[in-house]
């Protein structure tokens, strides 16, 4: 039998004693009254003065009474007519049923307290401005939740949290391959306590379904941006009540999903602010879909990306009619897309606006279709293909002197292409060509075309030839003549280059080249780069040359002298050593931002103080793999230089 | 109400109720309709022998109709209603916890309101642990979890 010590002290709202029936509970380690008299350990004994029953195993029960036996209902009139924001935090933190009640309650079924007659009047105007916040709440707060962290607490915590601090703005929810814990139960919570969301981005959350997207459908009707991301179970069910309820979507993109034609007909037929949308990856949708979100969205939408689909020729023809408004457009991986749905896109004429398009792995784009497009979109000012393996120079050069819009080109891993096309296009180009990028093209040999030349290309001010292992010297030479208004050139991995190739390619820009890239380059010497700061130094500004083995100190001599503008260098892995770094130092009107000197086994301890100096100036500093370079040299450098970042 | 009535029903007509520990009481109409399900039953005319109330007993279903019969009294002011109320709501949880649930259960707006009110003033000002002491509640999230919550809701936390 346990006996009762009478202890004296109110009993009314008893705030000592033992309030965990079970005393071997972790939660025994929180905090206890100041009541308690803590030389007598929690346990079964209680200090209670009200009489209670011995009835057996309900003596637990029976000793104190808990608001615990309350119904949830009953719950949910008690903390509607909680104050305020603060009060509903403070419950929210109290127990997990508190949480999960209190995160169920919508924003407009909360009271607004003026009738209590329990208020003083000072808190009556609290109150009130309270609840003025909370009507006028702009949704600005943002919150990201991953991996092991998105949890339905957390969800529930926001959705207490935010509601009168602002209102949630922004959610997104990235779960992981382990086992998730955010489903419908916290997406609700989130909808009911935060309709001023206007964001929400969920990625890779599979137990997550139609119940959770229903209930922010019902209640979140400023939604903007939807991001389905590997949702599996969320289905058309739940888009259809999107599409219905938030008439303010602008953005969406649906990827791995479930998603199928109808969901996209509801979307096209009901938001008519729907200015960008893309679809990765979701095999349920096909041309029907496609093209009844194309038809009837035609005047408002502005950026298409379509990828992985199971789409045919007419997809590409009704873009074509429809897509009036559409200015960036991009494909990426439609095998069921052949050479006459890009010609039919492109003789629509209703790509008008287009000014960006992008396409990878297509097997649609060929001369033919890639002409049609050159010519029915006479707007364009971006093109970008990767992976198109059945372009020929044939159709590259067509379709440069159709686009006579264009100003950037890029191209990558388009094998059929040879120096041939490069050269045609940069000929045939339209006007106003600034920018022209080849990237890993196989194709690109190093063949002496030996053209005579009508007239160079004066409008390209950027080249970039990168990784194309043919290219040499010869190609190299002949874009100099073509391009001689170059600014930024970008030459790096092409490793077949010699001086021989770069030099007259140096001597032909008339104007003052600003950003030079050549690493990887190996073949290349001292002699490239004091004929790059002689000719150009006055204007240049960044200079790349990591890789590139030959280069010396020389090198740096010749740029110290010559460069004032210079902010940005990459030495990494040349043949520089503390010399080379000294004499940069000592440079007038130097006033170097970036240096990278990873990996130059040369530069010893003894550069120090030239380090030191060039650091009155530096933001950035590369010295990893400066094996030559001791910790504490590099602790000395931290210490001194606090302005500067540095890696080691 | 229904208007077909003599005009003495109003006044004469008594309801039965029994309560689930079986006691019995007799409340006049006019009292017992400050509850919306007695408010129905009378309207609907069933209200033949005594309705029993298995959810309240008979400590709780004796104040409660004390409430009602003190908020049907049209002579009383409101002054003195209000001064009523307040003494009447001022008792130990237990007592408070029966009093809510009954007002839920038979749908008597005003005395829900004012039970509510009770606990939530009882809540107000109050940090989580505190209110946890108050009310008896047990604290069931993982340290984590509660790093959670606490993250989210600092700012009216506190130090």
Same mark, same amino acid.
């Given at each position: ?425 940069l000929?045939?180009c339209?006007?106003?060509l600034k920018a022209l ?19 160079p290309c004066n409008s390209l001010r950027s080249l ?15 874009l100099?003549?073509l391009c001689p208004q170059l600014l930024h ?160 | ?56 007993? %008979? *400590? ?12 049907? $009294?049209? +002579?009383?002011? !409101?002054? =003195? ?43 107000? %000002? *109050? ?12 604290? $069931?999230? +993982?340290?984590? !979890?509660? =790093? ?12």
């Amino acid at each position: 039998m346990s006996k009762i010590f009478g202890f004296s002290g109110n009993g009314d709202s008893c705030t000592g004693g033992s309030i965990y029936p079970n005393p071997k509970e972790s939660s025994l380690f929180l905090p206890l009254g100041h009541r308690v008299d803590v030389y007598f350990p929690p346990c079964k004994r209680s200090r209670i003065r009200a009489p209670f029953v011995f009835s057996g195993e309900r003596f637990e029960q029976k000793k104190r009474a808990s608001i615990e036996v309350l119904p949830d209902e009953c719950f949910f009139e008690i903390f509607r007519r909680l104050p305020g924001g603060q009060e509903r935090s403070a419950c929210a933190s109290v127990s997990k049923r508190w949480l999960t009640l209190l995160s169920n309650i919508c924003q407009d079924e909360f009271c607004s307290n003026s009738t209590t007659g329990y208020l003083r009047p000072e808190e009556k105007s609290i109150e009130n401005k309270a609840e003025d916040q909370e009507i006028e709440t702009d949704g600005y707060l943002t919150r990201s939740l991953e991996g092991k962290k998105a949890t339905d607490v957390r969800l529930a915590a926001i959705a207490v949290g935010t509601a009168s601090r602002g209102g949630l703005g922004k959610l997104l929810i990235k779960g992981s391959s382990s086992a998730c814990r955010v489903t419908d139960v916290g997406l609700k919570a989130i909808a009911r306590g935060c309709p001023s969301l206007k964001s929400l981005s969920l990625w890779n959350v599979p137990s997550i379904g139609d119940e959770g997207l229903f209930e922010i459908a019902n209640r979140c009707h400023l939604l903007e941006k939807l991001d389905l991301c590997q949702c599996p179970e969320v289905s058309d069910k739940a888009v259809l009540a999107i599409a219905k309820n938030c008439p303010n979507l602008t953005d969406l993109t649906l990827e791995s999903c479930s998603i199928g034609n109808e969901g996209l007909q509801a979307i096209g037929r009901c938001c008519s602010n729907l200015k960008s949308i893309s679809i990765k990856d979701c095999p349920h949708i096909g041309d029907q879909g496609i093209a009844s979100l194309l038809s009837s969205t035609s005047y408002v939408l502005t950026k298409l990306k379509l990828q992985a689909l199971n789409i045919t020729d007419v997809s590409l023809a009704v873009l074509g009619h429809y897509g009036k408004a559409v200015t960036d457009l991009v494909l990426i991986n439609l095998p069921n897309v052949s050479e006459r749905g890009f010609w039919v896109m492109g003789s629509g004429l209703g790509l008008q606006k287009l000014k960006s398009f992008s396409v990878t792995s297509c097997r649609g784009v060929t001369d033919t279709g890639l002409e049609a497009v050159g010519k029915g979109c006479p707007n364009l000012k971006q093109l970008c293909l990767r992976k198109c393996a059945f372009l020929s120079n044939g159709g590259l050069v067509s379709f440069a002197k159709a686009a006579g819009s264009l100003e950037s080109l890029q191209l990558e891993e388009c094998h059929m292409i040879t120096q041939v096309g490069l050269f045609g296009a940069l000929l045939n180009c339209g006007a106003k060509l600034k920018a022209l990028a080849m990237v890993n093209c196989l194709g690109m040999k190093d063949l002496n075309v030996g053209l005579h030349l009508p007239s160079p290309c004066n409008s390209l001010r950027s080249l970039s030839i990168r990784h194309c292992p043919g290219f040499g010297n010869a190609s190299v030479a002949m874009l100099g003549k073509l391009c001689p208004q170059l600014l930024h050139l970008d030459l790096s991995g092409l490793q077949g280059i010699t001086d021989a190739g770069f030099l007259p390619l140096l001597e032909s820009c008339e104007a003052g080249l600003v950003k030079v890239n050549l690493s990887g380059c190996v073949n290349l010497t001292d002699k490239v780069v004091s004929s790059l700061a002689e000719l150009h130094g006055w204007t240049l500004e960044m200079l790349n040359l990591d890789g590139c083995r030959k280069i010396s100190d020389a090198s740096l001599v010749a740029i110290a002298d010559n460069c004032p503008l210079l902010s940005d260098l990459d030495v990494s892995k040349c043949a520089v050593t503390d010399c080379g770094i000294a004499a940069l130092a000592q440079a007038n009107q130097f006033n170097l931002q970036i240096l990278s000197v990873s990996g130059c086994s040369l530069v010893t301890d003894k550069s120090l103080p030239a380090l030191e100096k060039l650091g009155q100036s530096l933001l950035g500093l590369n010295l990893q793999h400066c094996n030559a370079i001791s910790i504490s040299t590099v602790d000395l450098l931290v210490d001194q230089l606090w302005r500067c970042d540095i890696l080691h | 109400m229904s208007s077909s009535s003599s005009p003495m029903q109003s006044t004469g007509r008594k309801l039965k109720l029994k309560s689930k520990d079986d006691e019995t009481f007799e409340v006049e109409e006019a009292v017992a309709v400050k509850s919306q399900i007695f408010k129905y039953m009378v309207e609907d005319g069933v209200s033949n022998g005594p309705i029993p109330l298995p959810n309240v007993n %008979g *400590k709780t279903l004796a104040r409660v109709l004390q409430w009602c019969q003190k908020h049907a $009294d049209p +002579t009383i002011t !409101e002054d =003195e209603l209000n001064k009523y109320d307040a003494g009447f709501i001022d008792v130990d949880q237990a007592v408070l916890y029966d009093l809510l649930m009954a007002a839920n259960y038979l749908n008597i707006e005003e005395l829900l309101k004012l039970a509510c009110m009770r606990v939530a003033d009882m809540i107000k %000002g *109050k940090s989580p642990d505190e209110i946890r002491r108050t009310f008896n509640i047990k604290n $069931d999230f +993982t340290p984590e !979890e509660e =790093e959670e919550v606490r993250k989210e809701n600092a700012w009216a936390l506190g130090p």
